[in-house]
């Protein structure tokens, strides 16, 4: 049993003190609504708390577990929603303003199953608006709990903070670009984005529908796997959900990596990526290595032209989703979602072809590259995290953006899974990660690599002195 005070305990070990009744789910609710309170103002990773229906349901899970009724391992965990999952008992607003009073008809697809398995949903989590780049200027963006001067992550910020900073215990994110594993990394966090069509996004705003996945955002590779296996599967009101079953990712995440092959592309790796981000990577290569992984050479495919699309593929879809009230409520935007629309608005169909064809010879050649490995080990970032002052200075220089997504953005245009991982601490204290990368719906074997890692080293185990 971990000495982690009772806020930065894995959900696992939590799941576990329930089942034997040494803890109840409504005190440690409780709890995390009181520690919510006292930090959640320095850190604003809450768009609202649900504090009298988290204690409500907190009671039902003890008068379940009393009966020795159990749900699986979400059961009277406290998690937090990214604020683009529908709530029927919340508003939704999605980081926008025209949302601010939404009220969905009906739960996300991914809600209802968490909550079936027990899960207490301590409130909405803060997000930029629609899920693209930055939060609006309205609203109060989230300050990263480990250094406030420094970037959080977008877009799933106010899950990054919440979680990191021992506000819940597990959240849902959402990646279109980068955004489950840009906050993990910020955070010290493990992230999973699953195969495109994995988790159902019935009932999830759409930032770019084919681009869009729905993962956890966790502080173990353990935990991330108990929330995918709750919000993972087939969906009837999704039809672009997959239909393969679900494993339990659970059951076999202990049972090591011998054998499993891993590639690396060190151009790729290593060419124009800050060194600290390279001796972390490496490191993390030799403790693969020495876990029985084997390590191979691999050729990644050609992938600067993909990224350079990455933009223009995600205005067009962005464009599409927000036909209703852009540009009919167009002052009511920020500058850079109205920028994005615009820019998805003026697309020709020539253009929108380039990208679809680009899009599907990168898929083909990754496809063939997972013939000859099971995984590839990638970084997160090409620099540790930045300040918000250096990524103000970003902002203003596209090739910048361009060159953050290297290692993110061809993984949504594939739709293939990863796993984001702490992998060190930079000069600066802040944490260090890295992506193991799978083919489609190789989850199961992501998981299993992620906990093998980290029952070897303790970077996930850092926590932000804020306490």
């Given at each position: ?48 708390v649900l504090a ?168 173990s590779a353990a ?138 010879k990168f898929c ?104």
């Amino acid at each position: 049993m971990s000495t982690d005070p009772i806020h930065y305990k894995q959900i696992t070990e939590l799941s576990e003190l329930f089942r034997r009744g040494e803890l109840l789910p409504s005190k440690v609710t409780e709890a995390m609504l009181s520690r919510i309170e006292k930090l959640d103002g320095r850190f604003h990773g809450y768009a609202l708390v649900l504090a009298e229906r988290a204690m409500a349901r907190a009671k039902v899970c003890d008068a379940e577990l009393a009966k020795g009724i159990w749900r699986g391992p979400l059961h009277g965990v406290p998690i937090g929603l990214k604020d683009l999952c529908y709530t029927t008992f919340a508003t939704t607003a999605g980081g926008t303003t025209i949302n601010a009073k939404f009220v969905p008809s009906f739960n996300a697809t991914i809600v209802d199953r968490l909550e079936r398995a027990g899960a207490v949903t301590l409130g909405k989590l803060k997000m930029t608006e629609g899920a693209y780049t930055s939060h609006h200027p309205d609203d109060q963006a989230p300050l990263n709990p480990w250094n406030v001067d420094y970037w959080v992550g977008s877009s799933s910020s106010g899950s990054g903070v919440a979680t990191s900073a021992g506000l819940c215990f597990g959240s849902i994110g959402s990646d279109t670009g980068g955004s489950i594993r840009f906050p993990s990394a910020s955070c010290g966090l493990t992230g999973i984005k699953p195969t495109w069509g994995r988790v159902s996004r019935h009932g999830i705003f759409p930032l770019a529908d084919s681009l869009d996945h729905v993962g956890p955002m966790c502080r173990s590779a353990a935990d991330a796997a108990a929330m995918l296996g709750v919000i993972a599967g087939a969906d009837v009101n999704d039809p672009t959900a997959l239909q393969a079953p679900v494993p339990n990712y659970l059951a076999a995440i202990g049972d090591g990596i011998r054998g499993l092959r891993i590639g690396m592309d060190r151009s790729y790796t290593q060419d124009g990526i800050d060194p600290q981000v390279v001796a972390a990577l490496l490191d993390a290569e030799r403790t693969l290595a020495a876990l029985g992984a084997d390590i191979r050479e691999v050729k990644f495919p050609a992938y600067e032209k993909l990224v350079s699309m990455w933009i223009p593929m995600c205005s067009i879809e962005t464009a599409e989703a927000h036909l209703e009230t852009y540009p009919s409520r167009k002052s009511e935007y920020g500058p850079d979602l109205t920028q994005l629309i615009e820019q998805g608005r003026s697309m020709s169909g020539v253009e929108i072809a380039q990208i679809h064809h680009e899009r599907l010879k990168f898929c083909g050649s990754l496809s063939a590259l997972f013939r000859d490995v099971d995984l590839l080990l990638i970084p997160t970032m090409p620099v540790p995290i930045p300040t918000l002052t250096k990524m103000g200075e970003y902002g203003a220089d596209p090739s910048v953006l361009l060159s953050i997504l290297r290692f993110t953005a061809v993984f949504d245009f594939s739709g293939s899974p990863t796993i984001t991982l702490p992998n060190g601490i930079a000069s600066d204290g802040l944490p260090l990660s890295m992506q193991l990368v799978g083919p489609h719906l190789s989850e199961d074997v992501l998981a299993r690599s992620g906990h093998a890692f980290q029952s070897v080293t303790d970077w996930h185990t850092r926590r932000a002195l804020i306490d």
